[in-house]
């Protein structure tokens, strides 16, 4: 049988963990950031540093810091430093200080025991083996807010004050702090708040034709000659304008048109496969940030998401979206949470991106937080959430 031809050449080039040896408009911040850790390079121990990344959803900000790590350790290795670049997510370790040391100090002791130190003694320990090793980190704190919201200040501080306390020792331990919502700053105290806005990287939504050129370094990469047209690229550039200037769905949307082309067996990628994968695709909603969500953070959104199928409204107020809650808890055998923990939740799956919130406005009693839900169908979320909760009932 024939093999069918594909219009991807390499397809990984298009993969969300994928970091380009290019950043189209991204140049200036990337220089920035350079400058920013120059000392950790030249003079390694002298000085360490702290930078806040922050962005919306789609803005560069994770591709940036992996960027800047593989050069920054390339040239730490021209010049015989003996420097690591470390990314965390904070978000896939669930806000814990002591699971984000412990992804980190593993990288040294790969068979680190899970059980039987606090993150205090992990991070001590950690100081111990870069002083062996004569090694210093950069340590990326990416999705900081989960951090924030679990625990408050204490892990920034402690992961300064570590650093403050070694007088004529060198300072091995940098970090990138990596922030959707700066708002998220005003829950630290004045001095960490001011530690974190001494350096501040902004990055700002792309626009329609940044997009186009972030497009097209794409799919030279990716894509077979001649099986993506110009006017294919304008239209998915139009459509993650419309999103925000979001480059990550834009390189998705790319993506799943190409595979709807191979599904059917065309030679190139079609507007009609963009318009496909546009209603397939959730702009901001992407099934992996829904699946890294706790068990209470699913059933709020369970019940957010049943409420809007059911009533058919373009909003809920949080009192409204609670008792959606504590239904959907009775219907899991869950006891349900206060309210200071769900509106902790609320925040933070709006800084995800995967609800909007609002204050109400006039004409209503007091003030309250409203919720919405504009990227996605209630009914979609609502199903996948479904899936992810029913293996707690097996």
Same mark, same amino acid.
């Given at each position: ?189 004045? @001095? ?8 501040? *990287?902004?990055? /700002? &939504? $792309?626009? +329609?034709?940044?997009? #186009? ?103 809920? @107020? ?8 504590? *239904?959907?808890? /009775? &219907? $899991?055998? +869950?006891?349900?949470? #206060? ?56």
């Amino acid at each position: 049988m024939r093999q069918h031809f594909s219009v991807f050449k390499d397809e990984s080039k298009l993969d969300i963990n994928y970091v380009p040896s290019r950043l189209p408009h991204r140049s200036a911040q990337l220089s920035l950031l350079n400058q920013f850790f120059r000392s950790v390079v030249e003079t390694p121990g002298k000085m360490t540093q702290r930078v806040l990344i922050t962005g919306k959803i789609g803005t560069g900000k994770t591709v940036l810091s992996q960027h800047f790590g593989l050069q920054i350790i390339r040239e730490a290795r021209e010049k015989g430093a003996n420097l690591h670049y470390i990314h965390v997510n904070c978000r896939e370790c669930k806000g814990s200080l002591f699971m984000i040391l412990h992804q980190v100090i593993s990288k040294f002791h790969p068979n680190f025991p899970r059980r039987g130190y606090s993150a205090t003694e992990i991070l001590q320990m950690l100081i111990q083996v870069l002083d062996a090793k004569n090694a210093f980190v950069i340590l990326v704190l990416d999705e900081l807010d989960a951090l924030i919201r679990n625990e408050g200040s204490d892990p920034l501080y402690n992961l300064s004050r570590i650093q403050e306390g070694r007088f004529n020792a060198p300072q091995r331990l940098s970090l990138i702090c990596i922030l959707r919502e700066t708002e998220y700053l005003d829950l630290l105290d004045p @001095s960490t708040k001011s530690t974190l806005q001494r350096n501040i *990287i902004r990055l /700002e &939504e $792309y626009s +329609k034709s940044q997009i #186009r050129d972030i497009l097209n370094d794409r799919v030279d990469m990716a894509f077979r000659q001649a099986t993506v047209s110009s006017s294919v690229l304008d239209f998915v550039a139009e459509l993650s304008s419309s999103e925000g200037g979001n480059a990550r769905y834009a390189i998705e949307l790319l993506w799943r048109a190409g595979k709807y082309a191979d599904s059917l067996q065309l030679p190139i990628v079609s507007p009609e496969n963009v318009r496909t994968a546009a209603a397939s695709v959730y702009p901001v909603v992407r099934k992996d940030e829904v699946f890294s969500l706790g068990v209470h953070e699913k059933l709020f959104l369970l019940g957010v998401a049943r409420y809007f199928r059911q009533t058919g409204s373009a909003y809920v @107020s949080m009192g409204d979206a609670e008792e959606a809650y504590a *239904i959907v808890c /009775e &219907e $899991y055998g +869950k006891k349900g949470l #206060r309210h200071t923990q769900l509106w902790k939740y609320a925040k933070g799956l709006a800084a995800s991106g995967i609800i909007e919130t609002k204050l109400s406005g006039t004409g209503q009693r007091g003030k309250t937080t409203i919720i919405s839900l504009p990227k996605v169908s209630a009914e979609d979320l609502e199903r996948e959430l479904v899936k992810f909760l029913s293996t707690m009932r097996r």
